[in-house]
């Protein structure tokens, strides 16, 4: 089962930060915090990851509570294309396989 | 480098017949996972092979099985095929970095079994 608690949708407005929240409370010490996204059509694609520090990448910054139950994806600039299914998953160290919920469906109005 | 590929892109069996489906993992990665993917649902692992053997197994029946080749390619096979087994089905492959593993998945295979 999944151990990650997600919004079922939010929608943004074209140009407009996202902030995409994510509840795992039952995290270890150990497990890496993932986000993936789905785009239609299309299989899951790597966003981003982190552990206990902040993270940005070209794509997308990875904000995690200081407790790491929590963690939120902001989309700096929402865009069309970021119409998506965005996965939240935590994931131990190692080749372990990924454990996706339902995850939240974000729609991007222009 | 070339990214992760499956075929065929789509399917249609029937029930009680067996399929194969096929990944091509990306160059350097030697683990390839399986996902089945419903309708409105997230991708749930069927199971995992790491340098040709089976590497982890998700709740799945037995008559879902695999392989992987030294090129570290894979297949799925899935026999006595039933309605439900209608599914997007997923590979991606990865290969260590450190200490995480991010997938790399292919476009997959949307099976349909009538």
């Known amino acids: 089962d999944a151990k990650t608690t997600q919004p079922n949708s939010m929608e943004s407005n074209e140009e407009e930060p996202v902030h995409l929240p994510c509840n795992h409370s039952?995290?270890?010490?150990?497990?890496?915090i993932h986000w993936y996204r789905q785009l239609p059509s299309q299989g899951p694609e790597y966003v981003i990851h982190?552990?206990?520090s902040n993270v940005n990448n070209r794509m997308a910054s990875l904000a995690i509570a200081e407790d790491r139950k929590s963690s939120t994806l902001i989309l700096h600039r929402a865009t069309l294309r970021d119409a998506a299914v965005y996965y939240c998953?935590?994931?131990?160290?190692?080749?372990?396989?990924?454990?996706f919920g339902k995850g939240t469906r974000l729609s991007v109005i222009a | 480098e070339t990214g992760v590929t499956q075929s065929p892109t789509h399917l249609i069996k029937t029930r009680g017949q067996q399929v194969t489906l096929r990944c091509s993992s990306q160059?350097?990665?030697?683990?390839v996972s399986w996902y089945q993917q419903a309708l409105g649902q997230g991708p749930q692992f069927i199971f995992q092979?790491?340098?040709?053997?089976?590497?982890g197994r998700g709740n799945f029946p037995p008559r879902f099985s695999g392989l992987q080749f030294p090129n570290y390619s894979s297949e799925l096979n899935v026999n006595a095929l039933e309605l439900d087994d209608s599914a997007l089905y997923l590979c991606?492959?990865?290969?260590?970095?450190?200490?995480?593993?991010?997938?790399?998945f292919g476009p997959g295979t949307r099976l349909t079994v009538l």
């Open positions: 991606a492959s990865s290969g260590r970095r450190g200490g995480y593993n991010e997938q790399f």
């Open positions: 039952t995290i270890s010490g150990t497990d890496y």
């Open positions: 982190g552990l206990t």
């Open positions: 998953i935590h994931v131990p160290t190692g080749n372990t396989p990924l454990v």
């Open positions: 160059s350097g990665h030697n683990t």
């Open positions: 092979y790491y340098r040709e053997e089976e590497n």
